[in-house]
């Protein structure tokens, strides 16, 4: 029987990595920073979703010698100009929670008419010397309140097209199955899988 091969993955949020785990299987062991003793504060300081993914990725590569991947999300909504794009995480300011970005969110476009919006997530993969970045993304609205207890982040306020219930509605594998994160995973395991033939 084939080894299972580690690959880290540079995150410490357990929501990401269950969603990740859930995506890979059994097919490779998805180790979190935590369980590599990297308990660096890794910058993202880069202007773009793919410069941030990169940072983290070439940052376990170099210092901790692992073949990793990384990512970095944004949620881009049509009313507020694209933001906040690559300051999703931050959009209620250092320190906010993801209720506290919600909230900010639900009342920057209270009585706005178009609520149209699309999460992306950008995946760098460092893996048997190779270096690939890849996207994923979906397409949706704002809701004009929240709605569900599953996901985390902005989940209970966006709605995918197509649906007429948000992400914290759905079951983890249905919204796996269309979600950013699940559409740039499906081609990370792709490109894993073509490496490893």
């Known amino acids: 029987m084939e080894r299972i091969k580690d690959i880290v993955f ?3 949020n357990a ?3 269950e969603e990740v785990r859930q995506i890979v299987g059994e097919r490779f062991r998805v180790l979190s ?7 660096d504060d ?6 773009t979703l793919e410069g941030n993914a990169l940072i983290k990725a070439r940052w376990i590569k170099e210092r901790y010698g692992f073949d990793c991947f990384a990512d970095d ?3 881009m909504v049509d009313a507020l100009g694209g933001a906040p794009g690559v ?3 931050r959009y209620a300011g250092d320190g906010c929670n993801s209720e506290n970005n919600v909230s900010k969110m639900l009342s920057e476009l209270e009585g706005v008419e178009d609520r149209n919006a699309h999460f992306s997530t950008v995946i760098a993969l460092i893996y048997e010397g190779q270096e690939v970045v890849m996207e994923g993304r979906v397409d949706g609205s ?3 309140k929240r709605g569900g207890n599953g996901g985390f982040g902005y989940d209970p306020i966006f709605i995918p097209d197509g649906y007429d219930i948000t992400f914290a509605e759905m079951p983890a594998h249905e919204k796996n199955a269309i979600s950013h994160r699940g559409r740039a995973m499906q081609k990370l395991m792709g490109v894993l899988m073509q490496t490893d033939k």
């Open 87 to 89: 300051h999703t995480a």
């Open 73 to 75: 999300t944004g949620l």
């Open 42 to 47: 890794i910058p993202e300081t880069a202007e």
């Open 15 to 17: 929501h990401k990595l």
């Open 142 to 144: 704002i809701a004009t």
């Open 33 to 39: 920073l935590k369980e590599i003793n990297c308990h």
């Open 10 to 12: 540079a995150t410490n």
